[in-house]
């Protein structure tokens, strides 16, 4: 079992930075590909990042050149660095790890971006 526990989201204003982090339980040496998504209120979830397990990123479109994902296996943590953020970047973020074939996912953090 892996559970995973992301933290850093708040309230900020429009043009503001957060930090996200995910804490996972075990090593993410052993953690292929992570992930964090978001939700918006009555918004299908959606992928923001993904990270490969040598650090390899692919990003959604609508958070190109804004957000920027990496991890750092000594800390067994993944981080979502996001700036420059906009109103429609609200919602649930959540963190997402593949390990061992099977899917796990964080209870998710709360962003909300006021214009």
């Known amino acids: 079992q892996v559970q995973l526990v992301e933290s850093g989201g708040g309230l900020v204003q429009a043009g503001g930075s957060l930090r996200l982090s995910c804490a996972a339980s075990?090593?993410?040496?052993?953690?292929?590909?992570m992930a964090w998504y978001r939700q918006a209120p009555g918004k299908q979830r959606e992928l923001v990042a993904i990270i490969g397990s040598v650090g390899a990123t692919t990003y959604a479109d609508s958070v190109k050149g804004r957000f920027t994902c990496s991890r750092d296996n000594a800390k067994n943590t993944v981080y979502l660095q996001m700036n420059n953020l906009k109103p429609e970047d609200t919602g649930d973020y959540y963190c997402?790890?593949?390990?061992?074939?099977?899917?796990?996912w964080g209870k998710g953090t709360l962003v909300t971006v006021s214009s």
């Open positions: 997402w790890g593949n390990w061992g074939g099977r899917g796990y």
């Open positions: 075990v090593n993410t040496n052993s953690i292929n590909q």
